[in-house]
């Protein structure tokens, strides 16, 4: 990958057997919040008791959305590169947790105000979310030092492990082993208990003196005992869990920009993957041997696999829906000259930002524009590379401008009997 691409580099249905763009059967835009937020499954009958903040921001997600708050994220100003932000925030109760780009650090937030709670040392300023764990956290800086601690974010082990590579992905985690995908084409396994080195794959990659090491090395996905994940090469491999040996590999990416920055999923007894520049390739699980092939598609990004239906988006300025076992591509909605982060799904809408600074919000399965956003204040949001953190009403969106909003939608309190799902035309068996 050159230079002039690394900066923006870095980053169905819910009623089976529905068909995508049966207008007859696609899913509602209901605005009955407890029937919406049960059809769209983020509730479940006997949940617990929630504190007050998620009782703020429960419901079902729906446009459009309003300011909440904003954080000004800490500059020290050691940094003279342009500024880029691709920590995902990750929710958690009533907290935040999140990091930046221009300050060493994990921040917790209160999640109602943005207020900093607490600081969580680390050498890196951190970009890769942090993994949850039953008893704790795995957090990863940016210059690689990897810690666990626990639910008060003490240190668990005597010293962090120190990869020694650039990571901007969270790690994975496989039973006892922490799996690191990093920058330098290296994939690490770290044990669980103890924080020591079990084994590493290094992926040979040439470069030219133009190159620049792949930026967002996705993080590595688990399946059965095998670790498959992407390289700048435009490869990706499948590694043996227990040893770290190599399995397989196969060529994806192709063309002058081949790396593969999208994490690998996995759909039935196919692998899904893409290049950078394209294409998006499904291979069989067993044999590798392809499937199917959309030369038209590519990832710059993370993808999102909801119900049979793949969204990516690429290099081209475009966001799209594929189907999973087809290729099919079943709708393209473009921008000129435009550069996406990765898609993000929350209810029936496909989020994305682009990283000349705009928040659009796009219908899953008509690939329509419904939504975007732009601040009441008339300020620039200054690029969004980042994927979006979505839960209940709330959406947190950081920017590169340096500051993280949140963003809320409306409670959709109906007194109207035709928004019910019994009165509406648009209902479906189930409701």
């Known amino acids: 990958m050159t230079a002039r691409t690394a900066a923006v580099a870095l980053t169905g249905l819910l009623v089976g057997g529905c068909a995508a763009g049966d207008a007859s059967l696609r899913e509602p835009q209901l605005t009955h919040p407890p029937r919406t937020a049960a059809w769209l499954g983020e509730v479940e009958e006997g949940q617990g008791t929630a504190t007050a903040v998620e009782r703020q921001y429960d419901g079902a997600f729906r446009l459009p959305l309003s300011d909440d708050w904003a954080w000004e994220m800490p500059d020290q100003g050691r940094w003279e ?27 917790v937030l209160d999640r109602s105000s943005g207020l900093v709670r607490q600081r969580i040392d680390t050498p890196g300023p951190v970009q890769a979310a942090p993994l949850r764990l039953d008893d704790g956290w795995l957090v990863v800086d940016s210059f690689g030092t990897l810690l666990r601690l626990d639910h008060d974010f003490k240190a668990v082990w005597p010293e962090p492990h120190q ?9 994975a985690l ?14 690490v396994a770290v044990g669980l208990d103890d924080g020591a080195w079990r084994w590493s794959y290094k992926r040979d990659v040439p470069r030219t003196s133009t190159d620049l090491a792949i930026l967002g090395a996705p993080t590595p996905t688990i399946s059965g005992d095998t670790v498959m994940t992407g390289f700048a090469d435009g490869s990706i491999v499948g590694l043996d869990l227990a040893t770290g040996g190599l399995r397989w590999d196969a060529e994806v990416g192709v063309g002058k920009f081949p790396d593969v920055q999208a994490e690998v999923l996995v759909h039935g007894d196919t692998i899904l993957a893409a290049g950078f520049g394209g294409p998006v390739v499904a291979l069989d699980a067993r044999t590798r041997a392809i499937r199917w092939q959309a030369d038209t598609a590519g990832a710059s990004s993370s993808m999102v696999l909801v119900s049979g239906l793949l969204y990516t988006s690429d290099s081209r300025g475009r966001v799209q829906a594929l189907d999973a076992d087809t290729g099919n591509i079943e709708w393209t909605w473009e921008l000129n000259d435009r550069q996406f982060g990765p898609p993000v799904r929350a209810g029936g809408w496909i989020l994305v930002g682009d990283v000349a600074g705009t928040l659009y919000a796009l219908d899953r399965f008509e690939g329509t524009l419904a939504w975007k956003y732009n601040p ?10 980042a994927g979006v953190a979505v839960e209940g009403r709330q959406l947190l969106v950081p920017t590169a401008a340096g500051r993280l909003l949140s963003l809320v939608g409306d409670v959709g309190v109906s007194q109207d009997l035709a928004e019910e799902p019994r009165h509406r035309r648009d209902r479906v068996l189930g409701w």
């Open 81 to 107: 590169l342009s500024r880029l932000e691709l920590n995902t925030p990750l929710i958690d109760g009533d907290r935040v947790l999140v990091g930046n780009s221009r300050t060493p650090g994990l921040f």
């Open 376 to 385: 009441e204040d008339g300020t620039h949001i200054a690029g969004i590379a």
């Open 163 to 171: 990869l020694n590579a650039t990571v901007y992905r969270a790690p």
């Open 174 to 187: 496989a039973g006892d082993l922490i799996i690191v995908g990093t920058a330098s084409d290296t994939v």
